[in-house]
């Protein structure tokens, strides 16, 4: 896919992603919505895997560690076909497996989330396994950047420098929201570049994680880096990216507008010519 | 006066099988000459996370779901209390096979302080979903675990060594992993259901009429068949060297509350007191104060 496709389906993945969430009253909208963009083009651009063998052991391993933005996954795996959009439309019905936190019983997904702090240690167990194997398939961890206040994730950082998981990449994304305030009034996490460096990573940083070409750039050398550090690429976002009236406003984390406001948070969405011009 | 010999009756075997099987082992702080000698046989199967136990759970998980066989060592209560996020929502929640294996040196922990006393592990793991886990009290019983994680778990597994739990206790029954419980001795009277270090306890007390002793090594255990012998006997006694609240104690009077069965158990069990949480000293002290030493497993039957 070219930048113009690539901005189109993160649009599309938004739109259906925002409908479902209003439909069902429930869903991180403002967290899901920072990260869009970075998961069109992780899964249709970056990621290698084979929807006629999703066992396929090479295939790249995608953990969600934030995962109350995993939402934003569903119409993805919904359009590459790892699930039905009638399954889809089960989101958060009584009984289905489907639900605001992804679970590891839903196709084309390798990790059960919903506690902070503990992806990126498992995306570390995954890198470590295809390192022993000598596959080249890479890991993906997306973790939030208020997410790294949790102290489990330094333990993985330095985990992950010590041993050289070259193929591990971590990617923050760096919306600066927490649940209730911004970062920088609670704990912030800078200087991140410093930090992961000082633990023995690579660190790349996107200044507008909502742009599609630099996106792609940040991402386009990662299956032949020459370095044998693992990655790690910050990644500045907006929270509620699209949607004025959700973003700077971090008391909305976890809050899905219903009524009136839900169709025009729809319909914004789907007004939204960000990146599509 | 205790010795690694339940722990190596673990790990030996695997560490036969490390290549062979694609066993992974993950240790806290290289912790134990068997991890060393891993390390020699392949470094990359044997991996040290350093002192964090959160990540050396985590990486499990992630090996685990690569296809690999993955074991765990760690000393004293923290794979439990500090990792108990990782353990309970991703290794269990997941049903990944990982087995947890924790050691601790009571003589030690006792000296150490509260913060190393393994008293609410069976508390806490009773909660996770799809976990089995087991006391060892004797090499017995330490075969036939590793019997079973050398025959591949299929789900997360914890393993609680002790030290003090090294000898062959000749129990008039092996351990039967799938009915949890065995009997160690035969009696009359009075039942002690006890779990690790408190089996070799209360086999060492000198009763004035010999109780029968079941080691109620595994959870979850067949409490249907436990019940069958706890109703045999006139006095039933839960002797552990965990906290009282939420133990096998409580288990088994909320079964018997579900189920219309009348009878009392009386708790034999550590006490959390100020003296437990301000004090240390010798494991004999620390058994005395917390509760749990023979005199008062000896009163609680001969009462």
Redesign the interface.
């Known amino acids: 896919m070219n930048t113009k496709e690539l901005a189109i389906k993160a649009h599309e993945i938004k739109v259906r992603f925002a409908e479902i969430c209003v439909a069902r009253g429930v869903g991180h909208i403002t967290s899901a919505l920072s990260c869009a963009e970075i998961m069109t083009v992780l899964y249709y651009s970056v990621m290698r895997y084979d929807l006629k063998n999703p066992e396929w ?1 090479d295939r790249d ?1 995608f953990v969600m560690s934030k995962n109350h933005g995993s939402v934003i996954t569903y119409p993805i795996l919904t359009d590459i076909g790892y699930i039905t959009e009638e399954f889809l439309n089960t989101f958060e019905c009584d009984g289905s497996v489907l639900g605001a936190h992804s679970k ?1 019983c839903v196709p084309g997904c ?3 989330g ?2 902070l ?16 194997e000598n596959s080249d398939r890479l890991v993906f961890c997306l973790v939030g950047d208020s997410e790294c206040q949790e ?2 994730i330094w ?2 950082v ?2 992950a420098g010590f041993n050289r998981l070259r193929n591990l990449v971590m990617i923050v994304d760096r919306n600066g929201e927490g649940c209730t305030d911004f970062i920088e009034h609670t704990v912030d996490i800078e200087p991140l570049r410093e930090k992961m460096e000082g633990f023995g990573w690579e660190y790349r940083e996107v200044n507008n994680g909502h742009n599609i070409n630099e996106l792609l750039q940040v991402f386009s050398d990662v299956r032949e880096r020459a370095s044998d550090k693992p990655l790690c690429i910050g990644v500045r976002t907006i929270k509620g990216h699209g949607v004025p009236f959700l973003t700077n406003k971090p008391w909305l984390h976890g809050q899905t507008p219903s009524g009136e406001e839900g169709e025009l948070l729809v319909n914004l969405l789907k007004e939204e010519k960000y990146g599509l011009e | 006066m205790g010795s690694n010999k339940t722990r190596d009756i673990i790990f030996n075997p695997i560490i036969d099988r490390l290549v062979a099987d694609d066993y992974y082992v993950i240790n806290v702080d290289r912790n134990g000459i068997p991890f060393i000698a891993m390390e020699k046989i392949d470094p990359m199967r044997s991996i040290s996370v350093g002192i964090a136990e959160q990540n050396m759970i985590s990486v499990a998980c992630g090996l685990a779901l690569s296809g690999k066989r993955v074991v765990t060592y760690s000393s004293g209560p923290f794979a439990y209390l500090r990792a108990y996020d990782q353990l309970r929502n991703a290794m269990c929640l997941m049903n990944l096979p990982v087995t947890v294996v924790v050691s601790s040196e009571s003589r030690v922990s006792s000296r150490f302080g509260f913060t190393h006393h393994m008293t609410e592990d069976y508390q806490l793991l009773a909660l996770c979903p799809n976990l089995r886990f087991f006391s060892v009290a004797d090499v017995a019983t330490a075969h036939a675990v590793s019997d079973y994680i050398l025959s591949g778990v299929e789900g997360p597994t914890y393993v609680r060594l002790e030290f003090e739990c090294d000898g062959d206790l000749e129990a008039v029954e092996n351990p039967n992993l799938k009915k949890g419980f065995r009997k160690v001795r035969s009696g009359s009277g009075a039942l002690v259901l006890a779990q690790g270090c408190s089996v070799v306890t209360a086999c060492e007390t000198a009763f004035a009429t010999q109780p029968a002793i079941i080691d109620v090594f595994g959870h979850p255990f067949n409490i249907e068949a436990l019940y069958e012998e706890i109703l045999k006997y006139k006095k039933v006694i839960v002797f552990d060297e965990r906290q009282t609240v939420g133990g096998l104690g409580s288990e088994l009077l909320g079964y018997a509350n579900e189920h219309g069965i009348n009878k009392q158990i009386t708790m034999v069990c550590v006490q959390q007191t100020k003296k437990l949480t301000e004090t240390c000293g010798e494991r004999e002290y620390w058994m005395r104060i917390s509760g749990v030493d023979n005199a008062a497993i000896k009163a609680a039957v001969d009462d």
């Open positions: 052991p391993r590891i390798e990790f059960s919903g506690s702090g503990i992806g990126l240690g498992v995306s570390c167990g995954m890198a470590w396994a295809a390192k022993n102290g489990s333990e993985s330095m985990f």
